[in-house]
C-alpha cells in the first residue's frame, strides 16, 4: 500500500485564489511528521511546512496552511492567496517513528499551475 | 541556516563511464545522508541511506555495486555511477539528515540536485 498518495496529479488555479493540495497517509506509528515541499522547475526540493503528529494545532507558514485530519489521516495543504512564482510540483512527505533522522517518504506529487 | 552544496548540478557522460556526485554540508556535520532519485515526472525515491564512516544502507531493487556511496567525512558524501547507461539518466538529490526532532520542524535539508543524462 501507498504511505503518502497524492490523488491530484495536476491543477490549476487562477492567480489570488486560494488552492488545497491533497494528502492522504497510512502509517501505524503514533508518532511521525509530515512535510509538505515545493519542487520549481530547477529541481531544488524547497520545504514549506511541518506537522508534527501530536501537533494539536494545524500548522501555518506565511500563505501555506496545513489542514490536519488526524483521524482520517490526511494532511491537505493550503496555498492562501496564490501567486503566479507558486506555479510548480508539491510533495507531501512522511517520516515515521520519533527518530530525527529517519527518511522521508514522498507521495506522487501534483503540478500546481496559477493563472494569471 | 543548514546547507547542502551539492555538484554537479548537471552532467551529461557516456554510456559505460562513471560519474561522482559530491554533497558537502557547509555550515554543519551530517551524520547521515540520504540520497534520492528521480525520475521525469516521478517522485523521490530512496535509493540509500549513508552513515558516516560505515556501509550506505541500500534500498531494495538499489544496485550496491553500481551506485557507490561514501561517506568517510561528516561533511561529505559522494555517490558514483559506476558503468553509467541511458537508463541511469535521472534526476539525483541528497537530503542531510536533521539533528534533532526539533531541527527536523523546519525540514531535512536538500542538495539542489544533479540531472545526470547518460548518453
Known amino acids: 500500500a501507498q504511505k503518502i498518495t497524492q490523488t491530484q496529479p495536476g491543477m490549476f488555479v487562477q492567480e489570488k485564489e ?21 519542487q520549481p522547475s530547477s529541481g531544488e526540493m524547497i520545504f514549506l511546512i511541518y506537522q508534527g503528529s501530536y501537533d494539536e494545532q ?3 507558514e506565511g500563505r501555506y496552511s496545513l489542514n490536519f485530519q488526524k483521524a482520517r489521516k490526511s494532511a491537505n495543504l493550503v496555498i492562501s492567496a496564490s501567486q503566479l512564482g507558486d506555479s ?11 527518530e530525527a533522522g529517519n527518511m522521508l517518504t514522498f507521495g506522487g506529487g501534483t503540478r500546481l499551475m496559477v493563472k494569471p | 541556516g543548514a546547507v547542502v552544496s551539492q555538484h554537479p548540478s548537471r ?4 554510456s559505460g563511464t562513471s560519474v561522482k556526485i559530491e554533497c558537502r554540508s557547509l555550515d554543519f556535520q551530517a ?10 515526472k516521478q517522485s523521490l525515491m530512496l535509493m540509500a541511506t549513508s552513515n558516516e564512516g560505515s556501509k550506505a544502507t541500500y534500498e531494495q531493487g538499489v ?57
Open chain 1, 18 to 38: 486560494a488552492v488545497t493540495l491533497d494528502c492522504t497517509y497510512d502509517t501505524s506509528d503514533q508518532s511521525y511528521g509530515l512535510f509538505w515541499y515545493k
Open chain 1, 58 to 60: 494545524n500548522a501555518t
Open chain 1, 88 to 98: 510548480a510540483m508539491y510533495f507531501c512527505a512522511m517520516r515515521e517513528g520519533r
Open chain 2, 11 to 14: 552532467v551529461i557522460c557516456k
Open chain 2, 31 to 40: 551524520t547521515t545522508m540520504f540520497w534520492y532519485r528521480q525520475f521525469p
Open chain 2, 63 to 119: 544496485e550496491k555495486d553500481k551506485f557507490l556511496i561514501n561517506h568517510a567525512s561528516l561533511t561529505l558524501s559522494t555517490l558514483t555511477v559506476t558503468s553509467a547507461h541511458p537508463e541511469d539518466s535521472s534526476f539525483y538529490i541528497c537530503s542531510a539528515r536533521p539533528r534533532t526532532i526539533q531541527g527536523a520542524r523546519y525540514g531535512y535539508t536538500f542538495g539542489s540536485g544533479t540531472r545526470l543524462t547518460v548518453v
